[in-house]
């Protein structure tokens, strides 16, 4: 299937307030997109806009050429024409069918024969873990099971396009983690185009070739997972991507303390002047710092073991600040340390990225 566009689309429930705001979006053929954003913020209209279960007010959206929605020309392909699979977080299962009878119906909608029914429905079933369940009724499964049975009835179809919104919701943390390799798993097996709506930044960063990361109804950047953790296009994405959050430090008019220590530090490399400087946890490191790296000394307040990581408090200056270790922290409260950072991200009054800093190669 070819990539699928959107251009210029805007939705509005009614009021004067846009759900969506003139969002340009390419979802390229077999990408894995997660739709990205805090609650409210426009994803699962988004989505159901793409699926044709919502009108946009402005704006197209098409596939290849063709065109499934168009305001200008009063065009609107209907959802069954569309050639897409849904699984919503509110997944309904038909309660008096059977478990695998809720996988099949689908396909005998589409006429699919018995054998090639039962089959296709079994290795969906597999594919989510629930076969041995097959011949239960939803009411006798858990919620998580129930959502993975609303996964397998969409995957036995085999649709080119997937739009999912949320579907790991219900699940504990094991099976998500589980369920996470499986849909890339499928997604790699499959081909097929996958839109997914996620508020949780991890789910993004670990199943997405794509993400598109939204705030109040607009598109706040579109890059790959790793691209956009490493060059967040303004603070909103910086604070948003990446747990624990990117500390921010603002510069302010008369910037001193830790804002003053970083901003010499920039002035001395590059002709910038930052309205904000971020730090993400795992890039302040402590120890003798590397040639041309900004140091300060600071004060340990808390060291938090979580088994495979070190999240320790310091007081840098004037302002406290979280660094992630991934090795062994042995300083306690009190201790003085050196901690140091190679990166840090800029941002203008406006929380847009200062791109002029990354060129001149000096936060590479
Ligand atoms: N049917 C509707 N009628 C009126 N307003 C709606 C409707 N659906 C959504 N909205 C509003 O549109 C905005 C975007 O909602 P949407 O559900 O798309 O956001 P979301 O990012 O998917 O949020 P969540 O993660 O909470 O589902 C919200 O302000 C919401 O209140």
Redesign the pocket.
Known sequence: MPNITLSGVAKS??GH?Y??RNLDLTIPDGAFMCLL??????????LRMIAGLEQPSAGTIAVGDRILDSVEHGRYVPPEKRGMGLVFQNYALWPHLSIRENVEFGLRMRKVPGPERRARAEEALRMVHVDAAMDRYPSQLSGGQQQRVALARMLAINPEVLLLD?PLSNLDAQLRLEMRAELKRIHEESGATIVF?T?DQLEALTMATDIAV?NQ?ELQQLAAPMDMYDRPANRFVAEFVGSPPMAIVDTGPEPGGLAGSLLRHVAARAECVPAAVGIRPEALRFGPPPAGAWHEEATVEAVLPAGSSWTVRLRILDTDLYAVSYTPVDSAPGDTVTCWTERMHLFDADGARIAAWDEAGVAA
């Open positions: 429930y009614g307030d759900a969506v954003g805090p609650s409210g913020c426009g994803k699962t209209t988004t949320e709506v508020h939204m109804g």
